[in-house]
Structure formats: C-alpha cells, structure tokens
C-alpha cells in the first residue's frame, strides 16, 4: 500500500516483531518519514518514544504489555494487522520509455512495496532507492552483444527471491510484452507456483515516435502500423509483407541492421523516397532525429553517428514531424534535423 500523504522528516516508531514490519518501514519511508524500529518490548523506551511523532503498532505488538502505556500522551498510536505468513510474488512492470512521468502510478505503487527490483538498461525511471525504500536492488540490463546476466539467471533469480517469501519487481523498460520477454518470465514464475502481476508500460514503440512529432497513425496517411523487432534483417517474405500492408512500419533494436532492413523494404517494392526517420535517446536531454527517406537514412544516421537505443520509423506520417517542429515556442523541435525531405 502506497501513502499518499507527504511526511517528509517525520519521526516515525514502527513497533512489531522482526520480519513483520519490513513492508511498514518501507511505506513509511517512501512517503519521506525518518522511521526507527523497536523490534520487542524492551525497544519501547523513553526516548525513542519521546522522539517519536507517530508510532506504528504491527501484528502481536498492539498487545505487548506497556507499550501503549509508555506511547500514551506522546503521539498518536496506530496499528497494523501483519501478514498472515509471507508469501513471494512476482511483479513485472513496464517503466515506459524514460523518466518517472512516464511510469504508471501502478508501476510506482509496486516499486514502493518491493522487496528486491530487478532492474534493466532501459528503465530508466530516476532515483530507484528513494522509489524502492529498503530494497535490494539488482541491476540484470542487457547491452547490445553484452548480456552481463543471461535471461535464464534473471529468471533464476527472480523466482528464488520470490519463493523465499520476498515481493520481486522486474522493471523493465518500455511495456513487459513488446520484445521484454515478459512471457518468458511470468512462465517462470507460473512455474514456480507463484503469484504473478504485469503492470504495462508505454511502449517505445509508441512513445518515441509521439515525442518527435510523428503519428503512427493519421487519418488519410496511415490507418495501422506495424511493430517490428530489427535485431535480425527481414526475410524477402516479411519484407514483401509490410510492402503490402502499407501503413506504418516502426523498428524496435534495429539501428545495427539498418542497411538490411531499408534495404529489404525497397527490394520489396516500397518506394525509394519512402520517408523514415530515427529517434534517437527519446525522452531524454539527447534527444534527436534524423529524417530522410528509405534510401538515404542509412547514410545520414552514419554521417551524424546515430546509436541505439533508437526507433526507426518508416511511412508517409514521417512528414508530421515538420508539423510538430513548427509549434508556437519550439525553441528547440524534436531534435536535431537531418535531410528533411518534402
């Protein structure tokens, strides 16, 4: 449970036994309170109740005898009934593309009762400890033909945790489902026999295109859009596909086989002056594009050093961007502009 109340540098007691007050001490302290524990009877002294503008009784501790007596007149007293026996459960939640704005209020309400977040390169959401109080943080990111931590010992871990009686949070980046091989992980923590939530994440896919200006769909340019893994270049098939379909094509960790996939997309029949464009580093303080056409972006993402993590997007709503950029006080538009094409 999440306080909404800021008590920020409120002297807190929580009173109660070790292992039963970890998730009280965590919620007080995410809403800012300076949080002391006294874990028996003998804790309870004068001066830690003297100090003390709020006191927390939890589980067995409402009963142990003086405790309210030694409390009474100095604070006020609340209790807590404690959990019946400590049962692990596994949480993935979707970070979204950048920045805590960005994330769910869901997404913060599970990061604030974790007990151990498993964190990712791209969930970037800010200060983790003051949104994770008291938890164990783990950072398992993934880098571009770097995997520190292979996705069968993220899995291990995760459900070790969680079997152990512990609320585990996968942060991931953008949504859990789009190329986060959230399956994989709820299937090992279905597995396990043990309780899984997802809390999904906007996804980059979406997000960043918005950022820049540019549409997935628009009414008269593009009625649907396609979301394509571009760790792998296309096949002759798949890239006649999206030929066909039309629309919009957006390429998720594709900037390695950028020649590849706008290559594969011309074979197939689209249009050379195509319109595409790069985000780069979407929602951050580097944000930028790079727009061209189908044929040219290769060329102009080289000359300008573009790097993941980007979206690559392709279709006629690239143009949109021209739109976005001419806003009333776009001092600076959706980036830096490269080979604007008409």
Known sequence: MLIETDLTGLPVLVVGPPGLTTETVRRYQRAGAVVSVAASPGDVTTAACEMARLAVLVGPAATWSGTRAALAGRCPVVTEPAREAPRGQVVLVGAGPGGIELMTLAGVRALADADVVLTDRLAEVGDLAALAPGAAIVDVGKRPGHHAVPQGEIERIMVEHAVAGLTVVRLKGGDPYVFGRGGEEVAAAVEAGLPVTVVPGVSSAVGVPGCAGIPLTHRGVSHAFTVVSGHVPLEPRQATALADLGGTVVFLMGMHNLVPLTTALTRAGLAHDTPAAIV?????????????????????????????PSVIIVGEVVRQSAVWDRRVGAASPSGLAVGVTS
């Open 280 to 308: 780069e580093r979407g929602f951050t303080p580097d944000q930028r594009s790079i727009v061209g056409t189908l044929t040219t972006l290769p060329d102009l993402a080289a000359r300008a050093g573009a790097s993941s």
